[in-house]
């Protein structure tokens, strides 16, 4: 009977998982980065301004993809969380090329 009751439990939790694990690359910035960056990618929110965010523009003009990669993964200081062990490699890498793309 235990087992069950543990089934659905277990189907739940893998596929709520799934669904973080699908979301796409604008989906995780509008959750994860847009309180900062900003939707857009100025950096003109109340904690952007607060942190003296740049803009998307300006950031993606002076560090290559690598190097955005690494900080989203590692984090940066004490205001840039590290989400390496929240989001596999693709994701950071389409995060990266998203927020990119916001420049243009």
Same mark, same amino acid.
């Given at each position: 009977m235990k087992n069950l009751l543990l089934l659905p439990t277990m189907m739940l939790l893998t596929s709520t998982?799934? =669904?973080? @694990?699908?979301?796409? @690359? %604008?989906?995780?910035? +509008?959750d994860k980065c847009a309180v900062c960056h900003g939707?857009?990618? $100025?950096?003109?929110? =109340? %904690?952007g301004r607060k942190l003296k965010m740049k803009?998307? %523009?300006? $950031?993606?003009?002076?560090?290559? =993809?690598?190097?955005?990669?690494?900080i989203? $993964?590692?984090?940066?200081?004490t205001d840039m969380?590290?989400?390496? %062990?929240e989001l596999g490699k693709?994701?950071?890498? =389409? +995060?990266v090329e998203y927020y990119r793309g916001l420049a243009k």
């Open positions: 998982g799934i =669904a973080f @694990a699908q979301k796409d @690359a %604008k989906d995780i910035y +509008l939707p857009d990618g $100025t950096g003109n929110t =109340a %904690k803009g998307v %523009k300006e $950031t993606a003009a002076k560090m290559k =993809a690598e190097e955005m990669i690494k989203v $993964t590692d984090g940066k200081g969380d590290a989400f390496g %062990k693709a994701q950071v890498t =389409a +995060l």
